[in-house]
């Protein structure tokens, strides 16, 4: 298994613009999460979904970020407009129900100028 | 509401000497505990977990860790680093419930010197 797939890498943005981060789960893992990280916050959990359904997006943090899973295999993470305070590390991560312990992708560094 | 504290912000330590990572958690339910290890431009690992059972839980790349109920802590520890443990440390902890929400703490980097 390729493990979970985060796209693109990088992404450098101007501010005002939409930014879309794309995840591939790992396949047969039924519960996916968005997580920031920034030095002055750490890891945040934004949003997670079990069996594609969103469960809890109590750490989205304004109206300008929205996630979807449309299906089992991919979820994606939208900001819009953007803002240079959106800057940060945004990763992907996965875990099965009884496997517990996240499988997390490489992250996608977005820089909003 | 969970927490987790990572006494530590940086650990710098020579090769082949013992370290200890130090983690306390705060949380009225029960826990499940883990640590996660971040190289360079990379997303986290996960090194070890503590669900039940024993309290010494073994990892990858030989680090170990020991729950404490009492002191809620979960401290890592390995008896001789390599230059290749440089990186970031996390310590989390999850609710053992439905949602598996896990909450992280604010890291410990690890610099391992020649």
């Known amino acids: 298994d390729a493990g979970v797939i985060q796209s693109p890498r990088h992404e450098v943005t101007e501010m005002g613009q939409e930014v879309t981060l794309r995840c591939k789960p790992i396949s047969g893992h039924d519960y996916l999460f968005w997580y920031r990280q920034t030095m002055m916050r750490g890891l945040e959990l934004l949003i997670y979904?079990?069996?594609?359904?969103?469960?809890?997006d109590s750490g989205m943090p304004e109206d300008r970020f929205s996630a979807k899973m449309p299906n089992a295999s991919f979820s994606t993470l939208k900001i819009q407009p953007s803002e240079p305070r959106d800057s940060a590390v945004y990763f992907c991560?996965?875990?099965?129900?009884?496997?517990?312990?996240?499988?997390f992708g490489s992250g996608t560094r977005l820089t909003v100028v | 509401a969970q927490s987790v504290t990572q006494l530590d912000s940086q650990v710098p330590v020579f090769e082949e000497a013992p370290v200890e990572l130090r983690c306390n958690y705060s949380s009225s339910v029960s826990v499940y505990l883990f640590w996660y290890v971040q190289y360079p431009n990379q997303g986290l690992q996960l090194l070890l977990k503590y669900l039940s059972g024993s309290t010494l839980v073994k990892g990858i790349n030989g680090f170990e860790a020991e729950f404490n109920k009492s002191q809620t802590s979960f401290h890592l520890r390995k008896p001789s680093v390599h230059i290749s443990d440089t990186a970031e440390y996390f310590c989390a902890v999850s609710l053992n419930t439905g949602g598996f929400k896990t909450i992280f703490g604010a890291g410990t980097r690890l610099f391992v010197k020649a």
């Open positions: 991560a996965t875990h099965t129900g009884t496997n517990y312990g996240y499988t």
């Open positions: 979904f079990n069996n594609n359904v969103p469960i809890d």
